[in-house]
């Protein structure tokens, strides 16, 4: 903090200067955000561990997910096979042989309603089954049919 004090000897009415010099304190702040911009990104990385290797396989015991679709014309498919509105939940319970915990993928042709395919995907999660996923196409992919 720097300020000058009047002199005694002059008979002028110059108050006090007290000004805070900020140049150091700029300095300071913007050494501190280069560590910190520099150090953010090492602070991410998790903990370096040196796992050890073993002769085990890899475990694929993951069954591929149902895929429900919805067309255009509103039908349903399980997998590649039509099936109607009422045979819904039956055909997914006997398909996953009563696993819950299965995964189903729901497909809905960008035509149809929003909300048919949320009115699908409640059935379903409805009806117990705890993993279900929209697909949508990726930018840049080409429609599968």
């Not at 890899?58 to 997998?79: C, E, H, M, R, W």
Request: without cysteine; proline residues 7%; hydrophobic residues 45%.
């Amino acid at each position: 903090m720097a300020f000058a004090l009047r002199n005694q000897d002059s008979g002028s009415d110059v108050p006090p200067m007290a000004d805070i010099n900020v140049t150091p304190l700029v300095d300071v702040m913007l050494v501190l955000l280069i560590v910190f911009m520099v150090a953010a990104p090492l602070m991410a990385v998790g903990v370096p561990v040196d796992l050890p290797k073993v002769q085990a396989k890899q475990l694929n015991d993951q069954k591929p997910p149902i895929v429900v679709s919805i067309d255009s014309t509103g039908a349903y498919f399980i997998d590649q096979t039509a099936i109607d509105s009422d045979q819904l939940l039956p055909t997914l319970s006997s398909n996953s042989e009563n696993d819950k915990e299965r995964r189903i993928h729901v497909r809905g042709d960008r035509t149809i309603a929003y909300g048919r395919v949320m009115e699908v995907m409640g059935l379903i999660n409805g009806a117990g089954f705890t993993k279900v996923a929209l697909v949508a196409e990726a930018p840049g992919q080409s429609a599968s049919k």
